[in-house]
């Protein structure tokens, strides 16, 4: 089995928490109380090597913020060995992008490229199907900045589950790759 650290960052509300625990409990508490308390989780996924068939089981131990992005920083320990980062940005919210790029420089600051996956994540999906909210932030755009910066891009919804899956998978496969 291989363990990776892996932690949340993005502003306050986007959705890190809700991402979890689809994640984790396959579940969404619309009124589940902000992230107080449960700051650690924990999920295994199976990431098959194409080469020889082999499954290996990959552990990602999982940081949430606890609320501390409310302090435009974050402690020391939080980042500290972090394997994977998930950066998240909501989709409706114009605004959250240019946040989510502000989080990617600081990680990358703080924690050096080079051992580390970054992923970012629009979240919030579900809000823009149908015609009721426009989607403010362009796909494009972040897909862009993405390439740019040598992130993987996903976009997601914690509530119905959409992307959520196979985004952890992805980043597995990318860790796997690299390990
Ligand atoms: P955090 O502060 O980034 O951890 O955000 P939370 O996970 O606490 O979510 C903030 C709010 O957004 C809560 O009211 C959630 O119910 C809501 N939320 C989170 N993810 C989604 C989603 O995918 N779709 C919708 N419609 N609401 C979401």
Redesign the pocket.
């Known amino acids: 089995m291989l363990q990776f650290k892996l932690v949340?960052l993005?502003?306050?509300?986007?959705?890190?928490?809700?991402?979890v625990?689809r994640f984790v409990k396959d579940s969404?508490?619309?009124?589940?109380e902000?992230?107080i308390g449960a700051a650690f989780l924990s999920q295994t996924i199976k990431i098959e090597d194409k080469t020889n068939h082999n499954e290996t089981v990959v552990k990602f131990e999982i940081w949430?913020?606890a609320?501390q992005?409310r302090y435009k920083s974050l402690a020391p320990m939080y980042y500290r060995n972090a394997n994977a980062a998930l950066v998240?940005y909501?989709v409706t919210q114009q605004d959250s992008l240019a946040k989510a790029q502000g989080w990617v420089t600081e990680l990358k600051t703080k924690v050096g490229e080079d051992d580390l996956v970054i992923c970012l994540v629009g979240?919030?999906?579900?809000?823009c199907e149908g015609e009721t909210t426009p989607k403010a932030v362009d796909s494009k755009q972040a897909q862009e900045y993405a390439q740019e910066q040598g992130l993987l891009f996903h976009e997601?919804?914690?509530?119905?589950g959409e992307g959520v899956k196979e985004m952890f998978q992805s980043i597995g496969e990318k860790l796997y790759e690299s390990k």
């Open positions: 949340l993005g502003d306050s509300s986007v959705g890190k928490s809700s991402i625990h969404f508490d619309e009124f589940r902000s992230t949430d913020t609320g992005e998240v909501d979240n919030k999906l579900d809000l997601v919804s914690a509530k119905t």
